[in-house]
């Protein structure tokens, strides 16, 4: 778990003033677009995701929808061109397709989907501001959108990242290396960060520590990786609370506002 950091040296601050523990601010929105079935905005730090969910639906061909008897989840991530993304990734870009391919399984695990047999559900992510965290904030987004189009799971899918100052570092650790030489774990990292560091994505469901999703970016030696793991699934946590928040307020909204 991580540690009281109440005596924080302020010469181990990240550049943009957290602490190794620290989340980037979170904000989101969920019915963002009245024209879909269900629809989310968030923001993780300056990376910036709508979501939009079409579904469950008839297969659109004859031979759409699982085989079965479980609905099919489509996924489908585009990158505005002002995002920020240096090199303009298209549909056939390999990085968007493992993304798809991972939050498609993701939600496979954790929607009810033998609720709709022969049916398709298709989430659209559009990515306007990229600064770290694409995956993570592209399931959050999504699991707010899902909410709001109704679709039944059992819990939140929540993810974040987390990574290790082992880069930084030009010791040879081994069993008698001096616990200040010990490279730090960090929490939700951004676009420079990543770029430097050693870092992974995880996802959870629940409240608990309960991992569906975990994509080590980079190599890294084995021994650190449990701490960050364990960081990352701390920031889960308290990502699932930001976005359970979210839910609530909007949920009492629409009752305040009672039908019609």
Same mark, same amino acid.
């Given at each position: 778990m991580p540690?009281?950091?109440?005596? #924080?040296?302020?010469?181990?601050?990240?550049?943009?003033?957290?602490?190794?523990?620290?989340?980037?601010r979170?904000?989101?929105?969920?019915?963002?677009?009245?024209?879909?079935?269900?629809?989310? #905005?968030?923001?993780?730090g300056?990376?910036? %995701?709508?979501c939009?969910i079409?579904g469950p639906?008839?297969?659109?061909?004859?031979?759409?929808?699982?085989?079965?008897?479980k609905?099919?989840?489509? %996924?489908?991530?585009?990158?505005?061109?002002?995002? *920020?993304?240096?090199?303009?990734k298209?549909? *056939?870009?390999r990085?968007?397709?493992?993304?798809?391919?991972?939050i498609?399984?993701a939600?496979?695990?954790?929607l009810?989907t033998?609720? @709709?047999?022969?049916?398709?559900?298709?989430?659209s992510l559009s990515?306007?501001?990229? $600064?770290g965290?694409?995956?993570a904030?592209?399931?959050?987004?999504a699991?707010?959108?899902?909410?709001?189009?109704?679709?039944?799971?059992s819990? #939140?899918?929540?993810?974040?990242?987390s990574?290790?100052?082992?880069a930084? #570092?030009?010791?040879? @650790?081994?069993?008698?290396? $001096?616990?200040?030489?010990v490279? $730090?774990?960090?929490?939700?990292?951004?676009?420079?960060?990543?770029? !430097?560091?050693?870092?992974?994505?995880?996802?959870?469901?629940?409240?608990?520590e309960?991992?569906?999703?975990l994509?080590? !970016?980079?190599? %890294?030696?084995?021994?650190?990786?449990?701490?960050?793991?364990?960081?990352?699934? $701390?920031?889960?946590k308290q990502?699932?609370?930001?976005?359970?928040?979210?839910v609530?307020?909007?949920g009492?909204?629409?009752?305040?506002?009672?039908?019609?």
């Open positions: 540690l009281d950091t109440s005596t #924080y040296a302020l010469s181990l601050l990240r550049l943009d003033g957290r602490r190794w523990n620290e989340l980037r979170i904000s989101a929105q969920i019915s963002t677009q009245a024209a879909s079935d269900g629809s989310s #905005y968030l923001e993780m300056n990376t910036k %995701v709508i939009t079409a639906s008839e297969g659109r061909r004859g031979g759409a929808g699982g085989d079965d008897g609905a099919t989840i489509e %996924v489908e991530v585009g990158l505005a061109g002002f995002s *920020g993304e240096r090199r303009r298209g549909r *056939g870009d990085r968007i397709s493992e993304i798809q391919a991972t498609s399984s939600f496979a695990s954790t009810f033998h609720l @709709y047999p022969h049916s398709t559900i298709h989430i990515i306007l501001s990229l $600064d965290a694409l995956l904030a592209c399931i959050n987004a699991t707010l959108a899902l909410i709001d189009a109704g679709v039944p799971m819990d #939140y899918t929540v993810a974040c990242t990574g290790s100052t082992a930084t #570092y030009s010791t040879d @650790y081994g069993p008698n290396a $001096d616990a200040a030489d490279p $730090d774990p960090l929490l939700d990292l951004t676009g420079g960060e990543e770029l !430097e560091l050693p870092w992974l994505t995880v996802a959870t469901v629940g409240a608990g309960r991992v569906s999703v994509v080590l !970016e980079k190599r %890294v030696r084995a021994e650190w990786v449990e701490g960050m793991l364990a960081v990352g699934v $701390d920031g889960c990502v699932r609370e930001i976005l359970d928040a979210v609530r307020r909007h009492t909204r629409v009752l305040e506002m009672g039908p019609g």
